[in-house]
């Protein structure tokens, strides 16, 4: 069946511009994960959804960042006013249930800040 | 702090030989432990589980509450085992991933 999808798969934009990012995850999966990978560096947890509802935010680099997920299905992860450090890969997961379920990951989408 | 070290960013081996790829970490309760690998030009995907006790691809990694450990382990070594592996620890609501190794198996 079909993966866990993410669009864009590349995002070019200048300092100072919001963006969105979307995540697709397998159908029927309701747990959803966020994460984001800088050049060099390992996989930094942004965000875990059950559901609708995302019972810590704190991993949120910042308020600018803001992510929602509605439906129980497709996710969104909003940065405003990005920064040139916000450049990375942004990852999502899906799991089935919960955290003890094997995640599955989309191929990302790269941002770059100008 | 919850926290996962890979203490080696790049490990070399040769065909055949024994591979040891180690993780360490901590959290104050008890955790699930993952291994995750990236092929090249592939998207991550789960190697094993600890609950799972399972071998995968030859691997094997054993939890070791008394030293923190979690290394993933493969008696011969083979040149499509190459890529990028991750550790990872699942505690509360976040999952916490290692800064990965990079595994070269040399022909």
């Known amino acids: 069946g079909a993966g866990v999808s993410q669009s864009p798969s590349n995002k070019v934009t200048e300092k100072g511009k919001d963006v969105e990012l979307r995540c697709d995850p397998i159908?029927?999966?309701?747990?959803l994960y966020w994460y984001r990978q800088s050049l060099g560096q390992g996989l930094e947890f942004l965000i875990y959804?059950?559901?609708?509802?995302?019972?810590?935010k704190s991993g949120l680099p910042s308020d600018r960042f803001s992510a929602e997920r509605t439906g129980g299905s497709v996710s969104t992860l909003t940065i405003q006013r990005t920064q040139q450090e916000d450049s990375a890969v942004y990852l999502c997961?899906?799991?089935?249930?919960?955290?003890?379920?094997?995640?599955?990951f989309g191929p990302g989408t790269r941002l770059t800040v100008l | 702090a919850q926290r996962v070290t890979q203490p080696e960013k790049l490990l070399s081996v040769f065909k055949g030989a024994p591979v040891e790829l180690k993780c360490n970490y901590s959290?104050?309760?008890?955790?699930?432990l993952f291994w995750y690998v990236q092929y090249s030009r592939q998207r991550l995907q789960l190697l094993l589980r600890?609950?799972s006790r399972e071998s995968i691809k030859g691997f094997t990694a054993d939890l070791n509450k008394g030293e923190t450990s979690f290394h993933l382990k493969k008696p011969f070594a083979q040149e499509e085992d190459s890529a990028m592996y991750y550790c990872?620890?699942?505690?509360?609501?976040?999952?916490?991933f290692g800064a990965g190794t990079r595994l070269f198996v040399k022909a």
């Open positions: 959804f059950q559901g609708n509802s995302a019972p810590d």
């Open positions: 600890h609950i």
């Open positions: 997961a899906s799991s089935l249930a919960g955290f003890t379920d094997t995640q599955y």
């Open positions: 990872a620890l699942t505690g509360g609501f976040k999952t916490i």
């Open positions: 959290y104050s309760g008890s955790p699930e």
């Open positions: 159908s029927g999966h309701t747990a």
